[in-house]
Antibody, heavy 120, light 111 residues
């Protein structure tokens, strides 16, 4: 079955760190760009970061640049998001999403999301 | 405040058509063909409905169509069905500074 499964969310204090993982199955993981998109409670979608299929190219939203690091392990079919210096504004459900075909900026497969809560 | 502007709500009766607008700028919607639309039901992950302004991924009904005029993109849902009731988000590539921007979302209600 083609699916994405996120893990690693939870409650963290402001200034803390968290690493999210996204396990992929059912498709050739290394052939597609992968992204993280977040959604604050009751709010809209916000793109966070994207990594190319090889892992050699990464892109970040200004809101997380310098604090978050996206990476992937194609041997494990897993996407990661290392989040440091977390702020209350980072509280959201974090979705991992697969790029459509050879496109980088369309997301055709999404996980169910993992909730990150930044609070003291 | 979202980069792309969508109406907060839209509605229509079963069988009718409804159009949702998405207004950007000449730096995003008006500059690139990378406009997409996502459907999100409550508590669920988003689903890609339209990409490259007007293309439908496999499995998306042809009742859903996309278009663009200048800096405004539109999603039209024809022959409204109860299951179309959801939140809809537009998205656009915005160049090498912002990459991807989303609209604030439109809640579509089927009356």
């Amino acid at each position: 079955e083609v699916q994405l499964l996120e893990s690693g969310g939870g409650l963290v204090q402001p200034g803390g760190s968290l690493r999210l993982s996204c396990a992929a199955s059912g498709f050739t993981f290394s052939s597609y760009s992968m992204s993280w998109v977040r959604q604050a409670p009751g709010k809209g979608l916000e793109w966070v970061s994207t990594v190319s299929g090889s892992g050699g190219t990464t892109y970040y939203a200004d809101s997380v640049k310098g604090r978050f690091t996206i990476s992937r392990d194609n041997s494990k079919n897993t996407l990661y998001l290392q989040m440091n210096s977390l702020k209350a504004g980072d509280t959201a459900v974090y979705y991992c999403a697969k790029g459509l075909l050879s496109y980088t900026w369309y997301f055709d497969l999404w996980g169910r999301g993992t909730l990150v809560t930044v609070s003291s | 405040q979202s980069a792309l502007t969508q109406p907060p709500s839209a509605s229509g009766s079963p069988g009718q058509s409804v159009t949702i607008s998405c207004t950007g700028t000449s730096s995003d919607v008006g500059a690139y063909n990378y406009v997409s639309w996502y459907q999100q039901h409550p508590g669920k992950a988003p689903k890609l409905m339209i990409y490259e302004v007007s293309k439908r991924p496999s499995g998306v009904p042809d009742r859903f169509s996309g278009s663009r005029s200048g800096n405004t993109a539109s999603l039209t849902v024809s022959g409204l069905q109860a299951e179309d009731e959801a939140d809809y988000y537009c998205s656009s590539y915005a160049g090498s500074n912002n990459f991807v921007v989303f609209g604030g979302g439109t809640k579509l209600t089927v009356l």
